[in-house]
């Protein structure tokens, strides 16, 4: 066997996505020009990315080096870890999937929604299994996290193992049926060596020990007992162990439960073809038929707790819903906290709703909400079954990142064994040591509608320009060779006040038009559109930033004869 | 090999102290007439134990089975768990003594405070000793709590591991130099299999997680760092860590360092020469020395942080210690939770510090202590590192350890293999079933001065009553062949109220006693002297109690010619 190069000897660690951000994690660990890929997720776009769908990574590395691709690990089935497979697959099709079966059905269905079932294998996992890739294999462990089914994974390779957590909290007692965290796998793993270890940083702001899912059940329970009238009950449809926590209650007090919310009722279709939940028979009814069953022998299970203006909970805040009115005696209860950035969307609903009557229970008051992310302690608890040798924090914001590599340096970890990474940045890690010596472009990919990439940070700077002050627009017709205007000039506008009423300012507008194509022509030998269209910006928004204090997209439209 | 009878196959766990209380720790596991002992603590009286100085356990049990003990294994050095050694060894010289160095350090100095060294085999161990016991053996298994050198117990018996986790709390962050729990261990051992794991109960009331010793490190840093004058340091002696903090601060801050207490001079002494502690050249001071230095120099390190009453604490707060009188500018930081039922006593001297002027900083309101055991976080992850399948809860009084059963069935625990006992309560274990099944004695024995057991419930009894209302005598002397009062009554009291100042009561009083020694000689033959007593108790106890509704002890005292 000839002697390796120094190059096959170095693991290379690097994240496509979820450094720096919370979303579209995306991580590859690479040996010997073999890469295993774990997570393919999608972000939500913040307030400012107008008009975007979703974000994604920019998948060139991959693409690159498509051969060297082992297959696609996912740890649990939440959209910021499988949410961006249908566009990956679109670029490299035929990557081989693994996930546990959860995780497994919402890839599928999503496959299904997008003709996209042939482009790959999708292979299901427990945490006993072991994919053998030849020089590495991946085991897994069980984690507990806000959906069932959640694995942490150890790469093993020739230079130590890579363990990379997932998203995790330790639920000790977690909800009826499902398992605890694994911690004498991890313990082993510890005990083995673990090479390097990337753990979810989310909560590393969060200095406690994360309550149990068990515990929001008992909150659930008691301030759904005492209520009498209908009740609306919005979380994550993700979040099947809160969906089933409760429905376990209503069906005690003989409710009937209604689903509203196209990914509510994929996931509760889901939840009961994989055994996780179940409703006695005509116990759901369509939603049709809400009007139908008395409010104290309803609840509806809608999505929206994160103040979606789209979903079933803002149209029925503002009054737009087909089915649903708010009547007084209406509970609605948000089993959830808002993701930060969505505040503001999440107070006008609850505020919506209290306008129409509705009594609203939140989070942060009632305890019907716990995060599905570890706190310090728990971060603190998985180095020290870990004991890894070198560390880099993952799923985080920078701060959430330099606070967790604290934590790890508390917990025994060499400070220069910490890695804060960006995405893109390629560490070569061996049992020696480790170091950042790469990096690869992995920018955010903006999905609106249909198109991928067709979008980038200008357009999206034009749209934050367009929602602020709007666009003011000049339409002339001139004629080049003289510099007479046949026609206009006009203006129009959108977005920005109105016009109609400040006829003062239209009329002196088309003045300034009118002086800048004049000037133009008085001044230049050979005056041409974009001279024209350069003079029409300038005059034009000096003259409206000068009257309006707004700064709108100027738009001239010369129809040049 | 002949085929072993029923009985030397089960496992025989009890307490002989440490259930249904806190204090007095001492377990003992049988396996095949041989008997492996952990821990033998005493127990601080509570306030209604009056003049006894511990409660120790009756040692009967271990003295009838004497020729069975391998050992006394000691899983940490605090009073509750070995206090208890020389009364121990008092009646049972002789036994082998097992622990980590810092514990064997003040056990070796009770015995040498109490002529015993001779009395027993002391033994070092740390976490990877291994006790081979012939078909037991003992291992241990590193844990974290408010003393340094913490250790859980495993007993390996043919039938299973026995796990006793001793006191701990899960501090992954420990302070300087001290190790994390070695969760490895712990987990190994629930790999391997746990038959029943007895667990620290102390915290079963508390929902969370612990905070770590280093965070009260934080607290104490901040708070000492805004301190200009004379700082007053009290804690728990053997709280060698929080020593460590606040005395590295002072030492950072240039002060001297002055310690006042025996305990905590003993502790320090210890804490020395085993590592814990280290302190420059010139830091610590002598007592006498206190007042050569000036305040923003100086830190007293003391006991007294329960409010006891001959502590130094209590003696600058009442104005009584010798060298040093609260002056304004002074802090005094309690860096203590109160013990319940020494409330009362800590908020006595946290007022005289404050009326003379100091400024007092205590625990809940500024971060400055932190639990040594676990809360339920801690005690939830216990139970799924050990996976037990039987489960006993230790150290507690009875709600905690009910409580602590309540957790163990959300981990998976059967309520039927949950056994809450009692101090003499046996119960016998094997791989497949456990029951109690018999019960020795094993009530309190008082410690008063240098008597053991020669104090009983009816003694305590006693100094309740005179406690709450005193004592009244009544003297005479009577002829018994006549009836004649020869002298007397006189009436005298301790405690009851100020006879003097309520003369009226005094000679009511003479005259009840008086017409009941004659009303006796009128009604009755042959009047003999308790019959005069019992007479007089009577007229006495009605009087007093109709006229101050007190009951005081009466004590008639006839001398009779």
Not at 340 to 364: F, M, Q, R, Y
Not at 446 to 468: K, P
Request: aromatic share 6%.
């Amino acid at each position: 066997m000839p002697t390796k190069s120094k190059k096959t000897k170095n693991v290379r660690v690097a994240a496509i996505g979820g450094l720096g951000e919370i979303g579209k994690n995306m991580y590859c660990i690479e040996y010997n020009d073999k890469i295993v890929v774990i997570d393919c997720g999608i972000k939500f776009p913040e307030d400012d990315l107008l008009g975007i769908d979703y974000v994604i990574s920019d998948y060139q590395h991959l693409i690159k080096n498509r051969d060297k691709i082992l297959g696609l690990v996912i740890t649990h089935g939440h959209e910021d870890h499988i949410g961006g497979i249908p566009f990956l697959l679109r670029q490299l099709p035929g990557i081989d999937i693994y996930a546990g079966p959860l995780a497994l059905a919402l890839i599928q269905s999503k496959l299904e929604e997008n003709g996209l079932t042939k482009d790959c294998q999708l292979n299901e996992i427990n945490e006993d299994s072991v994919l053998d890739f030849g020089e590495m294999s991946v085991t897994f462990f069980r984690t507990t996290h806000s959906i069932p089914d959640t694995l942490g994974v150890a790469v093993h390779t020739p230079e130590g193992i890579i363990v990379q957590t997932g998203d995790f909290k330790f639920d000790l007692t977690p909800v009826d049926g499902q398992p605890a965290p694994n911690l004498q796998r991890m313990a082993k793993l510890g005990s083995d060596g673990v090479l390097l270890l990337m753990s979810d940083s989310t909560n590393a702001e969060i200095p406690t020990f994360t309550k149990s899912e068990r515990f929001v059940g008992t909150s659930i329970r008691n301030i759904m007992g005492a209520i009498e009238g209908r009740i609306i009950f919005a979380s994550f449809a993700s979040n099947i162990s809160r969906i089933k926590q409760a429905s376990d209650v209503a069906i005690e007090q003989g409710r009937k439960i209604a689903v509203f919310g196209r990914s509510m009722e994929a996931a509760i279709k889901n939840g009961i073809e994989l055994g996780y939940l179940d409703y006695p028979k005509d116990t759901l009814i369509e939603p049709k038929d809400v009007n139908k069953v008395s409010g104290d022998k309803l609840m509806i299970l809608c999505t929206g707790s994160q103040g979606e203006p789209m979903a079933a909970l803002s149209r029925i805040a503002n009054g737009t819903h087909k089915q649903i009115s708010i009547v007084p005696g209406d509970t609605v209860i948000f089993s959830s906290s808002p993701i930060p950035g969505n505040t503001a969307s999440v107070n006008h609903v609850i505020n919506g709703l209290e306008e129409a009557g509705a009594n609203v229970i939140h989070g942060k008051v009632n305890n019907v909400h716990t995060s599905g992310h570890g706190g310090q302690e728990e971060q603190k608890l998985m180095l020290r079954l870990m004991k890894p040798k070198f560390f880099m924090p993952i799923h985080g914001e920078y701060r959430m990142l330099k606070i967790h590599t604290e934590l790890a340096q508390l917990c025994d970890v060499p400070k220069e064994n910490c890695f804060i990474m960006e995405n893109g940045d390629v560490l070569e890690v061996n049992h020696e040591k480790a170091e950042v010596v790469d990096h690869f472009p992995a920018s955010d990919a903006f999905v609106d509608g249909n198109g991928i990439g067709d979008i980038g940070n200008a357009v999206i700077h034009e749209r934050q320009l367009l929602s602020e002050d709007g666009l003011v627009a000049a339409c002339a017709t001139v004629k080049m060779k003289t510099g007479q205007i046949l026609s206009g000039p006009d203006i129009l506008s959108r977005g920005f006040i109105y016009m109609r009423e400040s006829g003062d300012l239209i009329n002196q507008a088309q003045k300034q038009v009118y002086h800048a194509i004049k000037q133009c022509f008085r001044e230049q030998q050979h005056v041409n559109e974009s001279m024209l269209n350069e003079a029409i910006i300038d005059a034009l928004q000096d003259y409206l930033y000068d009257k309006t204090e707004r700064k709108p997209i100027v738009i001239p439209m010369i129809i040049s004869v």
